[in-house]
Nanobody
Framework: QVQLVESGGGLVQAGDSLTLSCVVSEPPSTTSAVDWFRQAPGKAREFVAGLTWSQNSVENYGDPSQERFTLSRNIIKNTVYLQMNRLKPEDTAVYYC?????????????WGQGTQVTVSA
């Protein structure tokens, strides 16, 4: 059973930065994708950003990223990072990472437990 563990959340002030980590318990296949989502209270879950685990990784950014968020990965550590800059109160949410075995699939095979990000004004 593949496990995803997020970390790096916390309470910060508007304008601060945070880096979230998503550790995958075993090396993702080169066909897979690891994506970040977030869900604020009372709101639907939304796609934040994600990348394929292929050699030439392809990155995708959703609307919430607004050129403030950057993805990176450490292949040796099976880890995906989400660098979040110039955080705003509206970025407050639980952030989840998810993995799908085939990057083109609609559904995700595994989800992490989430990490809380709270941005104060």
């Amino acid at each position: 059973q593949v496990q995803l563990v997020e970390s790096g959340g916390g309470l910060v002030q508007a304008g601060d930065s945070l880096t979230l980590s998503c550790v995958v318990s075993e090396p993702p296949s080169t066909t897979s994708a690891v994506d970040w989502f977030r869900q604020a209270p009372g709101k639907a879950r939304e796609f934040v950003a994600g990348l394929t685990w292929s050699q030439n990784s392809v990155e995708n950014y959703g609307d919430p990223s607004q050129e403030r968020f950057t993805l990176s990965r450490n292949i040796i550590k099976n880890t995906v990072y989400l660098q979040m800059n110039r955080l705003k109160p509206e970025d407050t949410a639980v952030y989840y990472c998810a993995l799908k075995t085939f990057w083109y699939a609609r559904d995700y095979d595994y989800w992490g437990q989430g990490t809380q990000v709270t941005v104060s004004a």
